[in-house]
């Protein structure tokens, strides 16, 4: 007998087992689901079970994608680290000459050479970054300026340059001269002693003269005991002192040398791994062997980021067709309940390898032909505004930019963001397929193919899409 409450509240006896809520007896059948019920309930279980899956599905390819965006920001050339890797030995150097002279209040000169992608500037630029909290400790005060001199047309310009860069209006003003030159010296040589000027002048071999009477004044007034000037010049030649400046060491105003040497192999391996930390995508053994490559052939660490970055791109368009895949081979089989995952993410050897094979030793047509789309519509681009160019001049970085999208309006290809095209017009010029000039406003650095046209228009011909675009864009 069990005793079940009436609607008055009244306790009153039945022949049914006791049971309580939520708890059911072997015998009990009042309180048990009906059929309808049943299936209900089969239908939200279901219903249930699956979302979760679908879910965690959807979440697994959002956090794939991410990684790879992740690992593809990491090793752009313009990404900045937390800190560089190895250069102990230049990085030292830089801090002792900084302090002889910054701190001290004390003028001087520094000549740091290396080849191209040896980390020069970038160490520089943080060795002024960590040393910036003490400079400004100091009782004398720090003006800087850094000035890439590819971007003087005439090396005389220089003069101006620093005036814009360092002069106040008040110190700009005494004197009464009109000659820049004067200015310049008077500003640099006759500065109060509370106030040093440090000029970084990278690229500093554009300044070569036949005289080379700029680059012997600039050196001279940084050798002067109570100049106000210090000067540090990048370039990549080790001897442009020794060779285009012997009379410097006859008046004693022979700059610090420091030499950047190419990248080891064990210098790439670290850098890259240190970027790629807390990662674990590229394979340990793809990333030794980019390394091994690079520094066999030019010891370029920006060439090393460019090959990781397109294999990366490599590996995330064969995980994207894996997935499809599993999706295709699940639609088919609908016994199959789960499907099998696809093989994790992995930047492989292979994929480095095709990036290599790609950037060393093919020839042009396998250069075009290994491309991705989006890189062919780049150089499709090109090609169009270099014909439209009325003048025999070079097209600038800011023109294609500006161009870029508006050729692509109408057509089925869409435009990658500004970021995504600075990528792709690096890789392209890792590969030799295009140059990218130097200069102080990044707009005004001249974008040129170095492919025949010939050859960019055959490739334009094999893909349909593009063959397509490049007749309407020509009508």
């Known amino acids: 007998m069990r005793q079940t409450r009436s609607s008055s509240g009244q306790l009153s006896k039945s022949k049914t087992p006791a049971t309580r809520s939520g708890i059911k007896r072997k015998n009990g059948d009042e309180n048990l689901p009906s059929t309808k019920q049943k299936k209900a309930a089969r239908s939200t279980s279901a219903n249930t079970t699956e979302k979760p899956k679908d879910s965690q599905s959807s979440s697994n390819i959002k956090l794939e994608e991410s990684i790879f965006q992740k690992i593809k920001s990491v090793l752009r050339r313009t990404a900045i680290p937390d800190r560089l890797i190895g250069r102990s030995h230049e990085r030292t150097k830089l801090i002792d000459f900084w302090t002889q002279h910054v ?57 101006q340059s620093l005036l814009d860069d360092l002069a106040t209006t008040r110190s700009f003003n005494e004197g009464g001269s009109n000659d820049i030159i004067q200015q310049a010296e008077r500003l640099l040589l006759h500065s109060t002693q509370k106030t040093l000027h440090v000029v970084i002048l990278d690229e500093i071999d554009s300044l070569i003269t036949r005289d080379q ?62 970027r790629l930390e807390g990662i674990d995508l590229i394979q340990p053994t793809a990333i030794e062997l980019c390394a091994r490559k690079v520094a066999a052939s030019m010891g370029d660490l920006r060439t090393a980021l460019d090959v ?53 030793g093919s020839s042009t047509q396998q250069k075009l032909k290994q491309l991705n789309l989006q890189q062919k519509v780049v150089l499709g ?10 003048q025999k001049r070079a097209l600038t970085l ?32 890792t590969a030799s397929i295009v140059s990218v000039g130097k200069h102080r406003e990044e707009r005004l650095r001249k974008v040129e193919l170095q492919v025949q046209e010939t050859e960019i228009t055959d490739m334009i011909q094999s893909v349909p899409i593009l063959k397509e675009w490049i007749e309407q864009v020509i009508q």
Request: proline share 7%; aromatic share 4%; glycine share 4%.
């Open 103 to 159: 701190l001290h209040n004390k003028p001087g000169c520094l000549y740091v050479s290396g080849m191209p992608g040896t980390g020069k500037t970038a160490l520089l630029t943080e060795v002024m970054r960590t040393m910036k909290a003490e400079t400004t400790r100091q009782s004398h005060k720090t003006r800087t300026a850094l000035i890439n001199c590819m971007s003087m047309k005439n090396p005389k310009h220089i003069y």
């Open 398 to 429: 800011g023109e294609f930019r500006d161009q870029y999208s508006g050729l692509l309006v109408g057509t089925s290809m869409t435009p990658v963001s500004r970021t995504e095209l600075n990528d792709l017009v690096s890789l392209l010029e």
């Open 381 to 390: 681009v090109l090609l169009v505004l270099q014909r439209r160019q009325q």
């Open 308 to 360: 990781c970055r397109q294999a990366t791109e490599l590996a995330e368009l064969d995980h994207k067709k894996g997935q499809k895949a599993v999706t295709v081979a699940l639609n088919d089989t609908q016994k199959q309940q789960t499907p099998p995952p696809p093989p994790p993410p992995k930047v492989t050897v292979a994929h480095v390898m095709r990036v290599l094979n790609g950037v060393f």
């Open 213 to 274: 009477d700029v680059l012997y004044k600039l050196f001279e007034w940084a050798s002067i005991p109570s100049s106000r000037l210090v000067l540090i010049g990048i370039a990549n030649a080790l001897d442009l002192t020794d060779r285009l400046l012997p009379r410097l060491r006859a008046k004693n105003c022979e700059p610090v040398l420091l030499n950047f040497n190419p990248y080891r192999v064990d210098e790439i391996t670290a850098i890259i791994k240190n």
